[in-house]
């Protein structure tokens, strides 16, 4: 199993991009799916989760300008951030629940700049 996540880039403050984390493999079962990131010099934290029944849940920095989303029949997870700040920047790591255990993507890079 693989979680493969891509759309990180260079944005100017107040812009916006889309993550995408797709898994592959050989997979009987998602639960979970989350967001986290890592700034430069902090540790690793949680920004958005999703469940198998698309229930959600976000950190408050992300309240109110990041979505999650998942499409379960292409075993994806989206995070459509929206208002970056030069904060938001790190990087960012999916994280999904497969088969009864956890599993990392390889972080994609964001960049917010003023």
């Known amino acids: 199993v693989q979680l493969q996540a891509s759309g990180g880039g260079l944005v100017q403050a107040g812009g916006s991009l889309r993550l995408s984390c797709a898994a592959s493999?050989?997979?009987?079962?998602?639960?979970?799916m989350d967001w986290y990131r890592q700034a430069p010099g902090k540790a690793r934290e949680l920004v958005a989760s999703?469940?198998?029944?698309?229930?959600?849940n976000y950190a408050d920095a992300a309240k109110g300008r990041f979505t999650t989303s998942r499409d379960n029949a292409k075993n994806t997870v989206y995070l459509q951030m929206n208002s970056l700040k030069l904060e938001d920047t790190g990087v960012y790591y999916c994280?999904?629940?497969?088969?009864?255990?956890?599993?990392w993507g390889q972080g994609t890079l964001v960049t917010v700049s003023s």
């Open positions: 994280n999904a629940y497969i088969n009864r255990r956890a599993y």
């Open positions: 493999g050989r997979i009987f079962g998602i639960n979970n």
């Open positions: 999703t469940t198998a029944g698309g229930s959600t």
